[in-house]
Nanobody
Framework: QVQLVESGGGSVQAGGSLRLSCAAS????????MGWFRQAPGKDREFVAS???????AYADAVKGRFTISEVNAENTVILDMNSLNVEDTGVYYC????????????????WGQGTQVTVSS
């Protein structure tokens, strides 16, 4: 079976940084799009960032210039570097992956991790 496991979440002060990792196992993820979504309590899940198998990145307007998503490395791990964090970045961050020539889509993406909590305090 395919598994995605997120790690790296935690609590930081506003202005700080965190690095989230998503480790994939069960099959090769070459030519798979991967990305991150997040969900705050009482809010809908929202897109954060993604990378296509071509290496094209996409970012939500709210995180452009602050977050950077990596390509999938040789260990089938994708990284999300988060800088200049603010309170609005608080939420559970979910990794997702799908076999698509484009970017991942929340409604159709095939594989999801269990999520990792990110809490930003002022």
């Amino acid at each position: 079976q395919v598994q995605l496991v997120e790690s790296g979440g935690g609590s930081v002060q506003a202005g700080g940084s965190l690095r989230l990792s998503c480790a994939a196992s069960g099959r090769s993820f070459n030519r798979y799009a991967m990305g991150w979504f997040r969900q705050a309590p009482g809010k809908d899940r929202e897109f954060v960032a993604s990378v296509s198998w071509h290496g094209i990145r996409a970012y939500a307007d709210a995180v452009k210039g602050r977050f950077t998503i990596s390509e999938v490395n040789a260990e089938n791990t994708v990284i999300l570097d988060m800088n200049s964090l603010n309170v609005e970045d608080t939420g559970v961050y979910y990794c997702t992956s799908d076999q698509t020539a484009g970017q991942v889509d929340a409604g159709t993406s095939r594989y999801w991790g269990q999520g990792t909590q990110v809490t930003v305090s002022s």
